[in-house]
RNA sequence: CGGGGUGUAGCUCAGCCUGGUAGAGCACCACGUUCGGGACGUGGGGGUCGUGAGUUCAAAUCUCGCCACCCCGACCA
């Protein structure tokens, strides 16, 4: 390719819009423009680096003898409305209507329609399992789309879904898929990690992330210092510590704390540790119960988990607070005054408030605390969970080493989704015993545009984009200096551009008329991994300079033979 | 959806407080000088100042409504 053949429009300026250096490159790349919020036009520069992700997750895929097809981006409400997802999905769900008043969406997920395609297509369990897959343009109404094509609402997706006769099959593709997912990651040159995670809105049982890491990553991630533990934080479990509480050491008293409401101004007014004091936070409770509120203790440096405590069945799904009028109304004093003592509504204690002694909390009386409150002493021992979010430096689930903290970017979701959808679908085979069964279902996800961004995000210096190999969108680029002074120099780039186009090298020739600053810094801010640069000055001494963009010096290459050490190069690296 | 902010040339922004001729740098076009790390000079093209109403002799500037976009939260590949 040509330069001069090729829309290249570089900007030297950040526009304002862009935040994190992902966003920020790909807009001084040119390799996205924003059409409007969360949707973007892919410039032919963005669409070769998004085409050659999407080739190696295809060739990845088709290795492993999962079949790719494609499905429709419209789908009708019927099939969302056999699952009951046309109410569920929410507002995410992009929906349309046709000119005879019919309900469509702009498909986020494809669960329904391959679920739809296999009842009809698949009769018996000889032909399971089976996977199919699909690169294909999604569309969910986020919220608040960000960070560009990092959180887009149009976006292009791997779905993967596969098919089997009974739960032993799909754990059995779930494992292989995994493998599948770590090369195809491996292969796009990323650093990443799979954790353990929640299945969300997808729903199902067993589910796994995996995730780019980088400190602009929106997940936060926990992992073993000695094992291969990892998991999404918040999904980590803490362990209830086998030792209970000290004995107690203080009398119990009650204070006047008038300027103490908040957990800070406790600890820094009356000295006392952050971590001998609770925080109590006042929840709806679950339908089947019989108080209306539920008494949450966490300890007053920790952070609610809100995953953890809306799966207690005595905690409302989802999680809601109640309001300062509920509390008062029901406890008798503000929402920076309460405690477990005395406390007449249900109490549940993170494992680690169970194990306190000599802690302090509000008395549930405005302006008053307790301090030395001891269990069992100056109040019931509680009922304990798993309530708060993990943090660095606890102890892993495994039982082996201390968690440690790290942001990544979600680039892929597999789940084992189970028979969710296919009892809901009835999508049913003949087993060998001549009867029918109900297919249990994995489902795999990629986001492909994402990990663009992801990578941009991992590899990157102060000039700019350094592509992994796999994804740069040209190998090599050609730069001749001064051409249009030089003959000898014009012929030559000519010659070597020819040589690599005729090897199959994605060469890029740029025979723009422009100083040699400008062309250093285009290339370098678009990330090519090999640059010759062909000049009088090595044309002299029979030599091209040849400079890998992850370097900060020159080498030499004879220019006879130049093409053959330019391979040589494309090889090594 | 709640909270905060911004809308002026393709991009980055000034001008608004204190109403009166719409600006700069980059980018773009032409010519010339330059030319191995984002050159310089001269000339030029380009804006219904987000939008609608109001106040006023006069609105980018003041007032009100609306819209869009960005940032912070819950959601997700």
């Not at 029901?330 to 204690?349: D, E, H, T």
Request: net charge negative; glycine share 8%.
């Amino acid at each position: 390719m040509k330069t001069s053949n090729f829309h290249l429009f570089t900007t030297r300026e950040t526009p304002a819009e862009a935040e994190i250096v992902s966003h920020q490159l790909m807009l001084r790349c040119g390799m996205i423009r924003k059409l409007t919020s969360g949707i973007y036009t892919w410039t032919p520069l963005g669409l070769r680096v998004l085409r050659k992700v999407e080739g190696i997750v295809r060739d990845e895929l088709d290795k492993a003898g999962y079949q790719e097809l494609l499905m429709p981006a419209v789908q009708p409400s019927e099939l969302w409305q056999e699952t009951g997802r046309w109410e569920k999905f929410g507002a995410q769900l992009l929906k349309i209507r046709d000119r005879a008043g019919r309900d469509y969406c702009f498909g986020p997920t494809h669960e329904e329609v391959i679920t739809d395609f296999v009842r009809s297509e698949i009769r018996s369990y000889k032909q399971l399992p089976i996977t199919f897959y699909q690169i294909q343009t999604k569309f969910r109404d986020e919220i608040r789309p960000r960070f560009g094509v990092m959180r887009s609402r149009e976006f292009l997706m791997k779905d993967a879904y596969s098919f089997h006769i009974d739960h032993a099959s799909l754990d059995k593709t779930y494992w292989e898929m995994y493998e599948v997912y770590s090369r195809i990651f491996t292969r796009l040159g990323l650093g990443f990690r799979s954790v353990e995670a929640d299945s969300g809105a997808i729903g199902g049982n067993k589910s796994h992330e995996f995730h780019v890491l980088a400190d602009s990553g929106e997940d936060q991630i926990a992992f073993s210092d000695q094992s291969d533990y990892a998991s999404n934080v918040e999904l980590t479990p803490i362990k209830q510590e086998e030792t209970g509480p000290a004995e107690p050491a203080e009398e119990f008293r009650t204070v006047d704390t008038p300027d103490a409401h908040t957990i800070d101004e406790l600890v820094n007014a009356y000295g006392v540790p952050v971590e001998k004091t609770i925080k109590t936070l006042i929840v709806h409770a679950g339908e089947e119960q019989t108080a209306d509120f539920v008494a949450l203790l966490i300890r007053g440096d920790r952070t609610l988990n809100t995953l953890k405590a809306e799966k207690l069945e005595e905690v409302a799904s989802p999680l809601l607070f109640a309001t300062d009028k509920e509390i008062r109304d029901a406890i008798g004093a503000g929402p920076g005054s309460l405690g477990p003592v005395g406390l007449s509504i249900p109490v549940i204690a993170d494992y680690e408030v169970a194990c306190l002694s000599d802690f302090a909390a509000g008395a549930n009386t405005d302006d008053q605390h307790f301090f030395g409150i001891n269990w069992g002493r100056d109040v019931e021992v509680p009922a304990t969970a798993d309530l708060r979010t993990a943090v660095e430096g606890d102890i892993s689930p495994d039982g082996k080493g201390i968690l440690q903290m790290a942001r990544g970017i979600e680039v892929g979701h597999i789940f084992q989704l189970g028979t969710a959808y296919s009892e809901a679908m009835n999508a049913v085979v003949l087993g060998e015993d001549g009867k029918s069964h109900v297919m249990p279902m994995g489902c795999y996800g990629i986001g492909i545009t994402r990990i663009v961004a992801a990578a941009i995000e991992q590899n990157n210096d102060e000039s700019g984009i350094c592509w992994p190999e796999p994804i740069a969108p040209f190998q090599v680029v050609v730069l001749p200096m001064n051409a249009k002074k030089s003959h000898r120099v014009r012929e030559a780039a000519e010659k070597l551009y020819a040589e690599l186009l005729e090897a199959g090298v994605e060469v890029l020739y740029d025979d723009r008329d422009l100083r040699p600053g400008v062309m250093f810094k285009d290339m370098e801010l678009i990330g090519i991994p090999h640059r010759v640069v062909i000049g009088e000055r090595g044309l002299d001494s029979g030599a091209l300079e040849y400079r890998y963009r992850r370097d900060s010096e020159n080498s030499e290459i004879p220019l006879d033979g130049a093409l053959d050490s330019i391979l040589k190069k494309l090889g090594n690296k």
